[in-house]
């Protein structure tokens, strides 16, 4: 089991690592032949094949196999939770003026941005806050290899 981390051409990729000057602008969990993540459709679980043919994995973090933290993922996957456009445009505009609160003040609890689902996933907490590379360093911490 691993999460991944990724890039792609799509313009919203491009638009992210601009923004956060980062070299990933995704992030989803694989497991075996899946991956499980959030983008703009919602929570979703997709072959990692499919998955491949428009995203190229720039990092990866190696974690233990974990059944209840599969179970919590495909949870939210059935949940058909949506994407929280507020919240992504709460960090853009972040980027640009610092000053504004810490929190992220559009976050939507019952929507998802790909690292919202991806923390929620972990630790039973949606950190609205963090990019795909931040959380990158994070895991990279916890699971050194």
Same mark, same amino acid.
């Given at each position: 089991?691993?999460?991944?981390?990724?890039?792609?051409? &799509?313009?919203?990729?491009?638009?992210?690592?601009?923004?956060?000057?980062?070299?990933?602008?995704?992030?989803?969990?694989?497991?075996?032949?899946?991956? +499980? $993540?959030?983008?703009?459709?919602?929570?979703? +679980?997709?072959? %990692?094949?499919?998955?491949?043919?428009?995203?190229? +994995?720039?990092?990866?973090?190696?974690?233990? &196999?974990?059944?209840?933290?599969? $179970?919590?993922?495909?949870?939210?996957?059935?949940?058909?939770?949506?994407?929280?456009?507020?919240?992504?445009?709460? %960090? !853009?505009? #972040?980027?640009?003026?610092?000053?504004?609160? #810490?929190?992220?003040? !559009?976050?939507?609890?019952?929507?998802?941005?790909?690292?919202?689902? %991806?923390?929620?996933?972990? &630790?039973?907490?949606?950190?609205?806050?963090?990019?795909?590379?931040?959380? &990158?360093?994070? %895991?990279?911490?916890?699971?050194?290899?």
């Amino acid at each position: 089991m691993r999460i991944i981390f990724t890039k792609s051409e &799509y313009i919203a990729s491009k638009i992210i690592r601009n923004v956060t000057k980062e070299d990933v602008s995704h992030v989803a969990i694989q497991n075996a032949g899946f991956v +499980i $993540h959030s983008n703009f459709t919602g929570c979703r +679980i997709d072959t %990692l094949q499919d998955f491949l043919k428009h995203s190229d +994995i720039v990092h990866s973090v190696e974690i233990p &196999y974990n059944r209840e933290l599969l $179970h919590t993922a495909l949870q939210l996957v059935g949940s058909h939770k949506s994407y929280d456009f507020g919240g992504m445009f709460y %960090l !853009w505009i #972040k980027q640009y003026l610092p000053f504004l609160p #810490k929190k992220n003040l !559009w976050q939507s609890s019952s929507m998802y941005l790909c690292t919202e689902f %991806l923390t929620e996933v972990l &630790y039973g907490k949606q950190d609205s806050m963090i990019t795909p590379y931040q959380l &990158y360093i994070r %895991l990279g911490r916890e699971y050194p290899e």
